[in-house]
């Protein structure tokens, strides 16, 4: 603990003599008595744990346009666009845009912010820079309790509440219920309900648009089997959020095997600011649909999908 803290003081001397007074690297490990790799190791653990942040105040030219056009095409709040690398999974750019605008929001004060589950929200949260904020608080719009094998997909408020000190509220529920009595149950008791009553009057809800077919999470994680996933799409499903699926033209799909424990669409259409967070041109039809069904304000999403977007 004690080795912690002296290497994180010397990052912070690092830090403000490299950034504040204009050091180059080997001056300052000349002025530190240590050598230049640490220095260099030095600094870069000081931008991974929020000593220093470094900012990019104007997006790309590209991906800008690509925002506003979105914004004008589907009358949204807000859009946010990453361009995703030749070599990088679109999911993660659009990972580092919910990210970037999550420190937006954090940083501007004190503000509620609901979140949902999904691969881009775990992922956003692991990839958003730790921050000192005040008054932030961060409450699970969807049951908390998961697997081993998909946590990251769902720790969503307990890794963003480390990274920015936030106070946290989970939701005392498993995120599907087995069948409709027991998930009324959860609804009906007093814990939950103050949950999602204060995911409700959030100023703003995450959420991860998923896709219908095999490479659903759902899927993939089990809680949905093959066949009641080829129903939803028999129906016209061609997304989700929070296991609530919809079809093109924004009406709800029920399948018969899900019993969620979240926010339900009518909630989301009465939210302050949803934002959605969606990576890859085959999301398109989905994030669509949410447009559609009215649960969407606001996009955080890799240049690819913004393209199929405005095709």
């Known amino acids: 603990m004690e080795e912690n803290k002296n290497r994180r003081e010397l990052a912070i001397r690092a830090s403000w003599l490299y950034h504040e007074r204009g050091f180059n690297q080997q001056a300052v490990a000349d002025r530190l008595g240590i050598s230049r790799s640490t220095i260099s190791r030095l600094l870069a653990d000081a931008e991974r744990e929020g000593i220093v942040r470094v900012i990019v105040t104007e997006p790309l030219p590209e991906t800008a346009q690509l925002a506003e056009d979105l914004i004008e095409k589907y009358q949204l709040e807000g859009a946010t666009v990453e361009l995703a690398l030749e070599d990088e999974n679109p999911r993660d750019a659009a990972a580092t845009a919910m990210a970037r605008r999550l420190e937006s929001m954090v940083s501007a004060g004190p503000v509620t912010i609901a979140a949902g589950w999904g ?56 995120g599907f219920a087995p069948n409709a009595e027991i998930g009324g149950n959860f609804y009906d008791s007093e814990p939950v309900a103050t949950a999602l009553e204060r995911a409700r009057t959030a100023d703003a809800v995450l959420v991860a648009v998923g896709v219908v077919g095999p490479e659903s999470l759902l899927v993939d994680a089990g809680y949905m089997s093959a066949a009641a996933m080829d129903r939803v799409i028999a129906a016209g499903g061609v997304g989700e959020v929070f296991g609530l699926y919809f079809d093109a033209e924004g009406n709800a799909v029920e399948p018969e095997t899900l019993y969620p424990i979240s926010l339900s669409l009518d909630d989301l259409r009465a939210s302050r600011r949803v934002i959605a967070a969606a990576g890859g041109r085959d999301k398109t039809m989905a994030v669509k649909g949410a447009i559609a069904a009215g649960i969407v304000d606001e996009l955080a999403i890799d240049h690819t999908l913004a393209e199929a977007l405005l095709e």
């Open 119 to 174: 691969r881009t929200l775990g992922r956003a949260a692991q990839t958003a820079r730790s921050l000192h904020t005040t008054g932030v608080v961060l409450v699970d719009a969807f049951g908390h309790t998961t697997t081993a094998d998909i946590a990251p997909a769902v720790e969503v408020t307990n890794n963003l509440g480390i990274k920015y000190g936030a106070k946290v509220m989970h939701i005392p529920s498993p």
